[in-house]
């Protein structure tokens, strides 16, 4: 009788397994998109069902919100995951169609896709100690039912498989060295703007940071001016005020970049991200022209300190109170 043997070593270049299955599955893109629909449709159940567990008199009560926290709390993550799988699919099909979705790229995605639906429907991770489960979130088992269409059992049963893993694991070992793995469907500027920061994390701050580290020391002066002239702390302050009015996206290709030296280091430029969105968002003009091209020079370096007398960092429970002085006006 005819036979066929394969090696491992074939197996691992010709996107079979040891079966003869195909490793990524038939038609990925058209399975991945198929399931957003009954998960967004999942979410949509879910916030409903929190809503009413959540209010009273036909709003949201505080205590209520503080008896199920773990529902609260769980929606976010929920919501995170489905969030994340519309971004990944997004991301797959400017790939594919820009022709750059490659066989690592479509086990990124199809692995994602069978982790995350997996999780969904028997129990999501949110830590050490919590796994929230749609019955947390109010939904019955009608929910699963309608969540379980072909698409997402074809997903859970065969994204995340161990071939998948072991398959991606050589693409891997086969471009050691590598900045990062699967084309990240990027422009071209965010591109540059990644190489560069990559370089200098590498050059100025991968070789210090365990000693940073072990001695509890700060960041040292000589790296935020270096990293203020490069425009770290402005990237995405407006023009005038100083900044370079670049997007989102590239503060988080620079945090990205320079957190793979030091994670101290890649935190710097989001405090000034955050106080710098704050006063364009609610400052006055006085205020913008005050603080935010000091905040973009790196004149000052703003913090974040969350914590009060008998509450800690429970900002949820933080009160203030304004009261009315002799001139009439409210003192907070």
């Known amino acids: 009788l ?18 003869m299955k195909p490793i990524v599955l038939p038609d990925l893109l058209t399975l991945t998109a198929a399931a957003i629909a009954p998960l967004e449709a999942t979410l949509e159940a879910a916030r409903i069902a929190l809503r009413d567990q959540v209010s009273q008199e036909g709003r949201v009560s505080g205590q209520l919100i503080e008896e199920n926290q773990t529902a609260a709390h769980g929606l976010s993550w929920l919501a995170t995951y489905v969030y ?14 820009d022709g750059a979705f490659n066989e690592m790229e479509q086990l990124i995605h199809q692995i994602a896709f069978g982790e995350y639906l997996a999780q969904v429907q028997g129990g999501i991770q949110m830590n050490q100690t919590e796994i929230l489960r749609l019955q947390d ?41 590598a900045t990062m793995f699967g084309a990240s469907g990027l422009e071209e500027e965010l591109e540059m703007i990644r190489d560069q920061f990559r370089r200098y994390a590498l050059e100025k701050v991968e070789p210090h940071a365990h000693d940073w580290h072990l001695k509890d020391e700060l960041i040292p002066m000589e790296v935020i001016e270096e990293l203020a002239e490069m425009g770290v702390f402005g990237l995405t302050i407006p023009e005038e005020f100083g900044g370079f009015g670049l997007s989102k996206a590239s503060m988080v290709v620079v945090s990205e ?14 405090r000034s991200e955050i ?58």
């Open 2 to 19: 005819p036979c066929v043997i394969r090696s491992r070593d074939s197996m691992a270049h010709d996107g079979q397994d040891l079966q």
């Open 84 to 97: 994340s799988l519309r971004q990944m699919q997004q991301w797959a099909d400017k790939l594919h169609s």
């Open 137 to 177: 979130l109010g939904l019955g088992q009608d929910a699963l039912a309608a969540l379980r269409t072909d698409a997402v059992v074809t997903l859970t049963a065969g994204g995340n498989t161990q071939t998948a893993r072991s398959r991606l694991a050589e693409l891997m070992q086969e471009q050691a060295g």
């Open 257 to 270: 970049e320079l957190s793979r030296g030091y994670i101290g280091v890649g935190s710097l430029a989001t």
């Open 275 to 332: 106080a710098a969105e704050l006063i364009l968002c609610g400052g006055t003009d006085d205020q913008k022209a005050q603080w935010l091209p000091k905040i973009a020079s790196a004149e000052i370096l703003p913090t974040a300190v969350f914590t009060e007398p008998n509450t800690g960092s429970d900002l949820g429970s933080l009160r203030t109170r304004a009261v009315k002085n002799e001139t009439g006006d409210y003192e907070v």
